[in-house]
């Protein structure tokens, strides 16, 4: 789809929305496995954040499809996100010329 109206239309399509009401939630992000986050739009329960993670098939994983409240509202979800300080050091600085995932990376 491309754009945010084409993605929240398409996603009225998606096969969760048959589990799950997505009336007033706004798929905004969504990652190579497709797993979706959406802000809460409506009215009683505004600024909540949701997610539906695919299940991982690998033993010791995500046995099953999950949708879920992730946090209250976006600062919150913001505010969980943080970098370990040491397992960036012990990473090191990701760039063009040293992260695998970058074409022509090492």
């Known amino acids: 789809m491309g754009t945010l109206l084409g993605e929240y239309l398409h996603s009225r399509d998606w096969w969760i929305a048959q589990k799950v009401s997505l009336t007033g939630l706004l798929p905004i992000a969504r990652n190579a496995g497709n797993d979706t986050l959406f802000p809460d739009l409506n ?38 996100l943080f970098i370990d300080p040491d397992m960036a050091e ?17």
């Open 43 to 80: 009215p009683a329960t505004h600024g909540q954040l949701h997610a539906f993670v695919h299940v991982i098939s690998w033993p010791g994983y995500l046995g099953s499809h999950v949708f879920t409240k992730i946090a209250d509202d976006f600062d919150t979800y913001l505010d969980s």
């Open 90 to 106: 012990a990473h090191g600085p990701a760039s063009p010329t040293t992260h695998p995932r970058v074409p022509g990376g090492r």
